[in-house]
């Protein structure tokens, strides 16, 4: 069974020797000592942007709130009445003459006779005396609108989720990578063990977070970017006090009663017989209090009391209106293959030292994968045409010994993608260049950790190298 195996992978090594290593037919005159390499012919891409909405076009909301203006009313404070003044009844002083004794008639003879009578006179006339009784008032209470009814918006800013989309970028290619075909090649030359194996390059995605509209909370409504709510605010009232007439003030009137006086006089009860002798009647000046004017009264309106209340009209409720958010856009570039890379069948003759690793002369800075002006110079110098010409290149880099292992095999991968990526920049192809870091592992001295050296010495170790891979 070994041995099946060891000639199968004799006839393996074979074929591939003369599918790879062997020259084609258009190179049956190749010279001894010269070394010849296929061309190869990148993957040519096409760069175009693409516009991708993160943020779909929205609306948002802005609020006009209401207004109000100042108004003002007489609101009734104390109901108006009737007052009475009471207007006292008017006299005069007033006399008259009155009958003292009656005229009669004396006889010589026979005396007249008389008796003693009272009378009752008038001294003052009977009159009305005006009573006022004044309204009373109770205290009722009642609501007057302070401030109306009107409508509030209020709003926030709905939640957007960020939601990560992959993007093709650049779709999937292939590209040659040369292999050793292991420990069961019997040529001594190591080159005729070298199997090209084609191999997929993946599709290169770039994630674009986009934004997405989240929901509002119950009772509130989306508009736009915003979730609204409408509350409606209820109209204020104030309790006002007012005075109203209980019972309305009224006059009774009360009789006074006139005033007499008795008087006592002499009444002729037999007249003289005999001779006659007229005696003259007696009379008095009496006086009293004549009544001019019965006693009334002035009655007077007293008008309502008013008083300012000084109140919010709603001049405009509140209003919302909806503002156009465009839409966020952002334009990511992508690449599509216009044709693969592959190899021609043109042969081209190369410097075969050129094949093995050569000195990048650049000078790195210590601890940095930097190029500046004069790398750069350098680079276009040597590897430019070379990679013009159709070869392909690997780039490799090296550090001293100083720093920790790890440290120095990431600061070797950078410095040698810094090469590359600068390569890129120019116009070359990916597909043209590799790139490895092998850090303090491939010292050209014995310049190793803990060993003392001069700048020279480790400069050496710090080195870029490339050669042709086909």
């Known amino acids: 069974m070994k041995k099946n195996t060891l000639l199968f992978s004799l006839f393996f090594i074979f074929m591939v020797n003369m599918a790879f290593a062997q020259p084609g037919p258009e190179l049956k005159n190749a010279e001894p000592g010269k070394c010849y390499a296929k061309c190869y012919t990148p993957t040519t891409y096409e760069n175009y942007t ?14 006009t709130p209401a207004t109000f203006a100042d108004a003002s009313e007489q609101i009734l404070k104390k109901q108006g009445r009737k007052d009475y003044s009471p207007v006292a009844a008017k006299f005069e002083k007033a006399s008259k003459r009155v009958l003292v004794k009656d005229s009669y008639k004396v006889l010589k003879v026979i005396p007249a006779q008389f ?34 009814g009107y409508t509030v918006y209020e709003k926030k800013p709905v ?19 040369k292999k050793k075909s292991g420990d069961n090649c019997n040529s001594a030359n190591p080159d005729d063990c070298t199997i090209w194996c084609k191999v997929e390059v993946p599709a290169v995605y770039k994630t674009v977070n986009k934004k997405v509209k989240g929901t509002c909370e119950e009772g509130w409504m989306l508009k736009g970017d915003d979730c609204v709510k409408t509350v409606k605010v209820d109209p204020v009232y104030k309790t006002y006090k007012k005075k109203v007439i209980d019972t309305p003030s009224k006059v009774e009137y009360v009789d006074v009663p006139a005033v007499y006086k008795t008087r006592t006089y002499q009444k002729l009860v037999a007249d003289a017989r005999v001779e006659e002798e007229v005696i003259p009647a007696v009379y008095k000046d009496w006086k009293y209090d004549k009544l001019v004017a019965n006693a009334t009264v002035t009655e007077t309106d007293v008008p309502d009391v008013y008083a300012n209340r000084a109140f919010k009209t709603l001049a405009s409720d509140a ?34 030292e050129l094949l093995d690793y050569n000195l990048l002369p650049i000078n790195w800075d210590f601890n940095s994968a930097t190029l500046n002006s004069k790398a750069k110079k350098i680079i276009d110098a040597k590897l430019l045409p070379l990679l013009k010409a159709g070869h392909r290149i690997e780039i490799v880099s090296h550090t001293d010994s100083r720093g920790s292992d790890s440290y120095n095999m990431d600061l070797s991968e950078r410095r040698a993608k810094a090469v590359v990526r ?32 001069t700048e020279e010495q480790h400069l050496q170790n710090r080195r870029t190298e490339f050669r042709i891979l086909n």
Not at 50 to 63: L, N
Not at 121 to 143: G, H, S
Not at 335 to 350: P, Q
Request: hydrophobic content about 40%; aromatic content about 8%; glycine content about 4%.
């Open 50 to 63: 693409v516009p991708v909405t993160i943020k779909a076009a929205s609306m948002r909301v802005e609020f």
């Open 159 to 177: 939640e957007y989720k960020t939601v990560p989309e992959e993007i093709e970028i650049s779709p999937v290619s292939t590209k040659w990578v």
């Open 319 to 352: 209003d919302m209106k909806e503002i156009v958010v465009p839409a966020e856009i952002i334009n990511i570039t992508k690449t599509k293959i216009l044709a693969l890379g592959k190899f021609s069948d043109e042969y081209r003759e190369v410097k075969c």
């Open 115 to 148: 008796e003693t009578v009272k009378e009752e006179v008038l001294v003052k006339e009977a009159y009305k005396v005006a009573k006022v009784i004044p309204a009373t008032y109770k205290v009722e209470t009642f609501q007057k609108m302070v401030k109306p």
């Open 422 to 453: 600068y390569l890129i920049s120019k116009g070359i192809s990916p597909e043209m260049l590799e790139s490895k870091g092998f850090g303090e592992t491939m010292l050209k001295n014995n310049c190793s950790n803990g060993v003392p050296c």
